[in-house]
């Protein structure tokens, strides 16, 4: 019975590529990619010339019936853009399609970003929550940050160079001042890491340029807090400054754990 393979492609070094993929790009009747043109490069690179078909966010709806078709004659290889199919690209509806019609499904693993960030962020790599692009409106963005704010796993976000330092700024009002590891261009000439605490990555990205990549500190479970006389003088001094109750709160909270309720009572006091 033919097949659908998955097959994971680089994420941006070409050199990345497994050989057991190589061999079933080679080998299926037809490839379909998120996108044509990054995939016939890859193709040119190894004379792979296998047909290609476009199958993205676009075109999935059409395309799903024709390449069920296509697996009624043969093998038919499935690539995203980047990486793994079906993480966070449409892929994973033509997968349940196959899966649906009574086709096998078979994986070709090989480079995720997803893993390739997690294993070099130096946070906990045990348990982590992926949740693919944040949303662009600033307050759906801050309701989700909300609902995951308690969430003990490490958290790993996918984000745009020209939404970065807004997202980051929600992060920091939300989920306090956490660590966080920026994974930039993974696996290309301008691969950066950056390893600090989410003020620290503003400060650094104040012009940001390429794909990025967020591995996130997850909540970690501390000795309760105390609202030291100490704290009271820097929220005061930070009032003073101009700086609004939400940048103020978010920064306490994320270098002491206070609740932001606490604070927040505090700051009023200040008044």
């Known amino acids: 019975m033919p097949i659908l393979y998955v097959v994971a492609t680089p994420i941006g070094n070409l050199e990345d590529i497994s050989l057991r993929a190589l061999r079933t790009l080679h080998e299926v009747e037809l490839i379909a990619a998120e996108d044509t043109r990054k995939t016939k490069r890859l193709l040119a690179k190894y004379d792979i010339t296998t047909p290609t078909t476009s199958f993205h966010e676009y075109t999935?709806?059409?395309?799903?019936?024709?390449?069920?078709?296509?697996?009624?004659?043969?093998?038919?290889?499935?690539?995203?853009?980047?990486?793994?199919?079906?993480?966070?690209?449409?892929?994973?509806?033509?997968?349940?399609?196959?899966?649906?019609?009574?086709?096998?499904?078979?994986?070709?693993?090989?480079?995720?970003?997803?893993?390739?960030?997690?294993?070099?962020?130096?946070?906990?790599?045990?348990?982590?929550?992926?949740?693919?692009?944040?949303?662009?409106?600033?307050?759906?963005?801050?309701?989700?940050?909300?609902?995951?704010?308690?969430?003990?796993?490490?958290?790993?976000?996918?984000?745009?160079?020209?939404?970065?330092?807004?997202?980051?700024?929600?992060?920091?009002?939300v989920l306090g001042d956490r660590r966080i590891a920026l994974c930039r261009e993974l696996t290309k000439l301008h691969e950066e890491v950056f390893r600090g605490s989410i003020s620290q990555a503003q400060e650094h990205f104040t012009t940001p340029r390429g794909e990025f990549t967020l591995i996130i500190e997850g909540k970690r479970d501390r000795e309760k807090a105390e609202l030291t006389d100490e704290i009271k003088k820097r929220l005061k001094y930070m009032r003073q400054s101009g700086l609004s109750a939400r940048e103020a709160i978010a920064t306490i909270a994320g270098e002491t754990h206070l609740s932001k309720k606490e604070l927040y009572r505090a700051w009023l006091r200040l008044a």
């Open 60 to 173: 999935r709806a059409p395309k799903i019936d024709r390449i069920l078709e296509q697996l009624e004659k043969g093998d038919v290889a499935l690539v995203s853009e980047a990486g793994m199919p079906g993480i966070s690209d449409p892929g994973y509806e033509l997968v349940t399609a196959v899966i649906d019609r009574g086709f096998p499904v078979v994986p070709i693993p090989g480079p995720s970003v997803v893993t390739a960030a997690l294993a070099i962020s130096g946070l906990p790599t045990d348990s982590f929550k992926c949740l693919g692009f944040l949303p662009s409106r600033a307050n759906t963005r801050r309701r989700l940050l909300e609902e995951i704010a308690d969430e003990p796993s490490t958290l790993v976000i996918f984000e745009a160079p020209h939404r970065l330092l807004a997202s980051l700024a929600d992060m920091l009002a």
